[in-house]
């Protein structure tokens, strides 16, 4: 018996073998974006990062009651806060609900020369519910210091976060506040 060798070149075989060469590629980068998407109903990292950040502001901005933040912080509280969590918080004097409550707060403030620092000690993701929105816990430590008074209270707050529908920043759709009671 006797065996004829043949040359085949690369040109043969993709002829001859390119459609399953070309399968068998398609079948493991499937595979391996099947492995890697995100499962369900999950936030995704860059999300959780984007969400943390957007929660410390609003958390700053809340808390922040220096007389030189204070009328910026409002401002920023008005795009990043539902219509119905701002008129809920001024209604129970977290924030002022009018121009001229805003301003008489700043004169009280600056008579008094009171600052404020915020830290933010943890911030903790869930996933979406079935509405789509995102629970977020945030707990620190504020410290007010003015010519009056001067103390440090822990904060514990709950947030919903949502989109905005035209803008599709996020937005806080619903406020719980958890804090201990002062001691």
Known sequence: MYWKVQKIGPEQLIKAYGVHILLGVSVIINGVLFLT??????VSSETKQTIDAFVRDVTMHLLDSSY?????????LRKELAPNVFAA??????????????????????ERKQVCAVRVDKV???????????PVEVQGVFALHSSQDTGESNFRFRYLIGQHAET????????????????
């Open 168 to 183: 599709k920043a996020f937005l806080i759709a619903d406020f719980q506040d958890l804090s201990p009671p002062p001691q």
């Open 37 to 42: 998407m995100p499962k369900g109903n999950k």
């Open 89 to 110: 918080m001024a209604r129970s004097k977290m924030v002022p609900g009018t121009n001229s409550e805003l301003i008489g707060l700043i004169r009280d403030m600056s």
């Open 124 to 134: 903790a993701t869930g996933d979406p519910d079935n509405r789509g929105m995102i």
């Open 68 to 76: 030189i933040n204070c009328e910026k912080n409002v401002m920023e």
